[in-house]
């Protein structure tokens, strides 16, 4: 029953959250420019701005906007696209795998590399090695992710011609419309340079959050006691120390994870990929009002879902760790 408590208190959280969400991006739109300038241009009369602008609703007061924005997103409208002239979610939607795979990528690259490279610095912590993998994790924070794909563009793109630099490359259309670059050679080529460029932002921030973490385990009572315990010097690291380790990992990780589609913007403009942050970028040059606020309220979504998840992962590495809720 603490299962369901929690999940309908998750339930209750998320719809508040996401309300705000909405409020706040349905709120900046009258900041953002004037949308009539992308759908009529610059030759249109005055009188006909007037009738177009009174036909989208542009002129009601911006309760009756909002009420009327909250009551079709129940119905999962978001609005129609000015550019695209199609549902804003269907437009994201189309857009959400490209990023997805992105972000699996680079979640991939810096879980695959940071987990034993944290273990190592921190078992090893005066080794030659571990002291240029801190030093390089310290150089890793201080360079902006944009710079560090324009170095990637430059690197391996342009001068030895390695990888290729923009695009997504070819793609293999699933039986349920999902199109994919991972099972294709071409697709996965043009995976390696953004991902890459993606996984430097969280890299260095969990090699030195991992070490961290397992030289404090390290010096605890229990990691003591399993010691003298007679343990294998193996299992007190990777069974006792490291699991215990995960918790802090796990939250941030799942927090950062979220980030990383907000990051997607920069890498994705530099590299054109075409997934949610690119798209979300041409949605503010035009000025694409029901696009913009259809990707503010789908980020929150993810952040919401994710932050969930993360919940329930507590209780796989830790059973001490109760759901809100549980008794005992």
């Not at 997934?275 to 503010?296: C, H, K, Q, S, W």
Request: proline share 5%; glycine share 8%.
């Amino acid at each position: 029953m603490h299962i369901l408590a929690f999940l309908i208190r998750r339930a209750v959280q998320a719809v508040i959250v996401m309300f705000v969400i909405s409020l706040i991006g349905f709120s900046i739109q009258d900041n953002l420019g004037d949308p009539l300038r992308e759908l009529v241009g610059q030759s249109v009369s005055e009188e006909a701005r007037d009738d177009l602008r009174e036909e989208l609703g542009l002129n009601d007061p911006f309760l009756v906007q909002y009420t009327r924005f909250l009551g079709n997103a129940l119905q999962g409208d978001l609005g129609n696209s000015y550019f695209f002239k199609r549902p804003a979610l269907s437009v994201i939607l189309d857009k959400f795998p490209a990023t997805f795979e992105l972000v699996l990528g680079a979640v991939f690259i810096f879980v695959s590399l940071s987990i034993p490279a944290g273990i190592y610095c921190a078992i090893n912590r005066d080794s030659w090695l571990a002291r240029i993998i801190m030093t390089g994790s310290i150089v890793g924070i201080s360079i902006p992710v944009f710079l560090t794909a324009i170095g990637m563009v430059w690197l391996f793109g342009v001068e030895l011609g390695w990888l290729p630099a923009f695009g997504r490359g070819d793609t293999y259309e699933l039986p349920w419309g999902w199109d994919t670059g991972f099972l294709t050679w071409d697709g996965l080529s043009h995976l390696i340079l953004p991902s890459v460029t993606l996984s430097s932002i969280m890299l260095p921030l969990f090699i030195r959050l991992i070490r961290a973490e397992m030289m404090e385990a390290m010096g605890t009572e229990y990691v003591r006691f399993a010691r003298a315990k007679g343990l294998s010097t193996r299992r007190v690291r990777y069974v006792h120390a490291f699991r215990n380790t995960l918790l802090p990992v796990v939250t941030v990780g799942g927090l950062m994870i979220g980030t990383l589609i907000a990051y997607t913007i920069l890498t994705e403009t530099v590299f054109q990929w075409p997934g949610m942050g690119f798209l979300f970028l041409e949605a503010v040059n035009r000025v694409d009002t029901p696009l913009i606020i259809a990707y503010i309220i789908i980020v929150g979504l993810i952040f919401v879902v994710v932050n969930t998840i993360v919940d329930f992962i507590y209780t796989l590495i830790n059973p001490m760790v109760k759901l809100p809720g549980a008794k005992g």
